[in-house]
């Protein structure tokens, strides 16, 4: 994946998904899908609004997530959209804490160590998630739904959406996966996101893109437009590339530190990797 390597070239779905246990997390989901196969839905399946079925488990992506988190050291999460992948960010966040914690909680100056951050804003969705996460990973903090408000609004002059509220938090992976393009309230001028030829709109990583530190990854889930927006409107030194196969776009801060503490954890997740691609 020429300068930034997310997954290796061998990986083998099957084989991760069955080590992993990840069928576990996924009791009601059918244990014969191949993991390696992408899903094909339906034309309007995404941008139908009456639309009420959730999306089954897609083991292709799910795995990699899994393992970029894992391989990436990640200790904090920011999810736009609660699903499947925030039990899947549980899981794997759970994973790395239980490696990493005695040395990152002595050597990293990280508040929110190890937890994922998931942001809806439909109540109604975020409690029947709920139900199906594994207990442990609720009880013992690893995941923190919130409900937020989405309204519309504009990033210079350019209509968007955000939500009305953020957990405070300074995540070193950021998972760009919600909200619809149907929820969100207001409009501008007439015009909104609330039509079946538009498309998701999100702004809520430029307003905070001056906050995160050298090393942070971006993944975008499908939404190209929305990348696209991002792309155009981030203003530091992201690598950006889009995965056609998966459809999902990827972005990394690569810039020197900012000093120590990001320094070192920068070295405890990346490592020098890290400062080969800034290079």
């Known amino acids: 994946m020429s300068l930034l390597k997310l997954i290796p070239q061998e990986f083998?779905?099957?084989?991760?998904?069955?080590?992993?246990?990840?069928?576990?997390?996924?009791?009601?989901?059918?244990?014969?899908?191949?993991?390696?196969?992408?899903t094909i839905y339906?034309?309007?399946?995404?941008?139908?609004?009456?639309?009420?079925?959730?999306?089954?488990?897609?083991?292709?992506?799910?795995?990699?997530?899994?393992?970029i988190v894992k391989s990436r050291?990640?200790?904090?999460?920011?999810?736009?959209?609660?699903?499947?992948?925030?039990?899947?960010f549980g899981d794997s966040i759970r994973s790395?804490?239980?490696?990493?914690?005695?040395?990152?909680?002595?050597?990293?100056?990280?508040?929110?160590?190890?937890?994922?951050?998931?942001?809806?804003?439909?109540?109604?969705?975020?409690?029947?998630?709920k139900k199906n996460i594994p207990k442990d990973l609720r009880t013992n903090g690893f995941i923190n739904l919130h409900q937020s408000d989405l309204i519309t609004g504009e990033f210079k002059d350019k209509i968007c959406t955000y939500y009305s509220s953020i957990p405070n938090i300074c995540p070193d992976l950021i998972y760009l996966d919600g909200p619809?393009?149907?929820?969100?309230?207001?409009?501008v001028r007439g015009l909104s996101t609330k039509h079946q030829d538009r498309m998701p709109m999100a702004a809520d990583i430029l307003s905070f893109e001056h906050f995160l530190q050298p090393g942070t990854l971006i993944i975008v889930d499908g939404r190209t437009a929305n990348a696209r927006f991002l792309k155009t409107n981030l203003d530091r030194n992201w690598f950006h590339v889009y995965e056609r196969e998966w459809d999902q776009h990827f972005f990394e801060l690569q810039e020197t530190p900012l000093g120590i503490y990001n320094e070192r954890m920068i070295d405890h997740c990346l490592g020098e990797e890290f400062y080969k691609r800034i290079k």
């Open 12 to 38: 083998d779905y099957n084989k991760y998904v069955k080590e992993n246990k990840i069928f576990d997390l996924f009791i009601k989901d059918n244990e014969s899908i191949d993991a390696s196969k992408k």
């Open 42 to 67: 339906p034309t309007n399946f995404s941008v139908d609004p009456s639309n009420k079925i959730p999306y089954p488990a897609e083991l292709d992506d799910l795995s990699r997530l899994h393992y």
């Open 73 to 88: 050291k990640v200790l904090t999460i920011l999810e736009f959209g609660v699903g499947k992948s925030t039990i899947i």
């Open 96 to 129: 790395n804490k239980k490696k990493y914690f005695d040395k990152t909680f002595k050597e990293l100056r990280r508040k929110e160590q190890y937890q994922v951050f998931s942001i809806d804003n439909n109540q109604s969705w975020i409690d029947e998630c």
């Open 180 to 187: 619809d393009q149907f929820s969100a309230k207001g409009e």
